[in-house]
């Protein structure tokens, strides 16, 4: 599987700020996904990131609020805007693995708290 | 609504007993099922995919699938402490493309030494 580097790995923001998570693999790989993990909850799918063209996001997550980067096929970038509290979440970076498996491997995550 | 159901626990097991870990989905087209591991502020960790009903085995797991009754199960024989973690299933409804799952809110398994 792809060796998935996420930075940084914990922030403490401030209200209205905004914070930007890079996700670097160490292959190249075609699909590339960015999850939320609330406090408590499970994950939830905000977007895939689509390598040379605008990311595809998920029902009730829009691009002003998460816009997301994918310059190339080893790297990506989630920005998570306009913060509040309720952004406090841990915030995951996957990708594919073996094609048509379906199978996912995930970044060591992000850790977001907004005061 | 696409749905993904597990017990969240706690379930305790001694060590060394079998641990069963269950789940339910609603899209009964779904044809693909996974399970995760994941440890206190990590991040998860797939440890089983089935694609067929009937059970599949690898080292001292098992997952059982039954697309009839819309069920997949997790069994962890000869448990131990470190296999304490929460256990997430995640579901690809059918047509959502293959690697848009829907995960469940996972079961926490706490094996007891």
């Known amino acids: 599987s792809a060796v998935i580097s996420q930075k940084p790995s914990r922030d403490i923001c401030q209200r209205g700020t905004s914070l930007t998570i890079q996700c670097q693999v160490d292959?190249?790989?075609?699909?590339m996904f960015w999850y939320r993990q609330q406090p408590g909850q499970s994950l939830t799918l905000i977007a895939t990131?689509?390598?040379?063209?605008?990311?595809?996001?998920e029902s009730g997550f829009v691009i002003d609020k998460f816009p997301i980067s994918r310059p190339n096929l080893t790297f990506s970038t989630l920005t998570v805007s306009n913060l509040s509290p309720e952004d406090s979440s841990i915030y995951l970076c996957?990708?594919?693995?073996?094609?048509?498996?379906?199978?996912?491997?995930f970044g060591e995550g992000s850790r977001l708290t907004v005061l | 609504q696409k749905e993904v159901e597990q017990n969240s626990g706690p379930l305790s097991v001694p060590e060394g007993a079998i641990a069963s870990l269950n789940c339910t989905y609603s899209?009964?087209?779904?044809?693909?099922f996974f399970w995760y591991r994941q440890y206190s502020g990590k991040s998860p960790e797939l440890i089983m995919s089935?694609?067929?009903?009937g059970d599949k085995e690898d080292g001292r797991f098992t997952a059982q699938l039954n697309k009839a009754s819309q069920y997949v199960s997790l069994l962890i024989r000869d448990s131990q402490p470190s296999d304490s973690a929460t256990y997430l299933c995640?579901?690809?409804?059918?047509?959502?493309?293959?690697?848009?799952?829907?995960f469940g809110t996972g079961t926490r398994l706490k094996v007891l030494a």
């Open positions: 996957s990708v594919g693995g073996r094609e048509n498996t379906g199978e996912l491997f």
């Open positions: 292959s190249q790989v075609t699909m």
């Open positions: 990131a689509n390598q040379g063209s605008e990311a595809t996001y």
């Open positions: 899209d009964r087209g779904s044809q693909s």
């Open positions: 089935i694609y067929s009903n």
């Open positions: 995640a579901v690809p409804p059918l047509g959502s493309g293959t690697y848009k799952y829907i």
